[in-house]
Antibody, heavy 122, light 108 residues
Framework: EVQLVESGGGLVKPGGSLRLSCAAS????????MNWVRQAPGKGLEWVSS????????YYADSVKGRFTVSRDNAKNSLYLQMNSLRAEDTAVYYC???????????????WGQGTLVTVSS | EIVLTQSPGTLSLSPGERATLSCRAS???????LAWYQQKPGQAPRLLIY???SRATGIPDRFSGSGSGTDFTLTVSRLEPEDFAVYYC?????????FGQGTKVEIK
């Protein structure tokens, strides 16, 4: 059974940084692309970033480009999101999600973790 | 980017009734790369339908998807109590992947 467990969320001041992690189990993590999707409180879903299985292809939403960095460690079955220069509008639950694609990113989100809440406030 | 507009915003129905949800795209969705997700309060979204009409693993056959081009539909043939939730459509045919704003299916 696919399990994705996000961690690293919390309260941070505007301009601050946070690193999210997603621990994966129950599937062969190293052959699948992965994604981050966020949801602001009471709002809809917004794609944030994608990374292919070997980190060859990396994509970001315009709203986070230049501030967020996605990475993965296939030896540790883990996905990361380094978030810098955080703004109030980055406040959201951040979900990691598996991608249907493997060497390339498909943008179809198969399985989701339970999410971790990031709150950006002074 | 492709903008997806879902209607109605809220659907009030009784268990056993049929639910029909609409998703309209601002431009044609490549190769029908259109998905539907279900989200219950406090839970993560769950993939229901991909490729406009293919059910994801473990999804009951009362859920069906149809459509192509710019108009897509999710149908729940007979609503079960556990089907009351928010439903999102999403296109993954062009970058960036985008979601509709959601349709809430509530108990009447």
């Amino acid at each position: 059974e696919v399990q994705l467990v996000e961690s690293g969320g919390g309260l941070v001041k505007p301009g601050g940084s946070l690193r999210l992690s997603c621990a994966a189990s129950g599937f062969t993590f190293s052959i699948y692309s992965m994604n981050w999707v966020r949801q602001a409180p009471g709002k809809g879903l917004e794609w944030v970033s994608s990374i292919s299985s070997s980190s060859t292809y990396i994509y970001y939403a315009d709203s986070v480009k230049g501030r967020f960095t996605v990475s993965r460690d296939n030896a540790k079955n883990s996905l990361y999101l380094q978030m810098n220069s955080l703004r109030a509008e980055d406040t959201a639950v951040y979900y990691c999600a598996t991608d249907r694609g493997r060497t390339v990113v498909s943008g179809l989100f198969d399985s989701w973790g339970q999410g971790t809440l990031v709150t950006v406030s002074s | 980017e492709i903008v997806l507009t879902q209607s109605p915003g809220t659907l009030s129905l009784s268990p056993g009734e049929r639910a029909t949800l609409s998703c309209r795209a601002s431009q044609s969705v490549s190769t029908s790369y259109l998905a539907w997700y279900q989200q219950k309060p406090g839970q993560a979204p769950r993939l229901l339908i991909y490729g406009a009409s293919s059910r994801a693993t473990g999804i009951p056959d009362r859920f069906s998807g149809s459509g192509s081009g710019t108009d897509f539909t999710l149908t729940v043939s007979r609503l079960e109590p556990e089907d009351f939730a928010v439903y999102y459509c999403q296109q993954y045919g062009s970058s960036p992947p985008t979601f509709g704003q959601g349709t809430k299916v509530e108990i009447k």
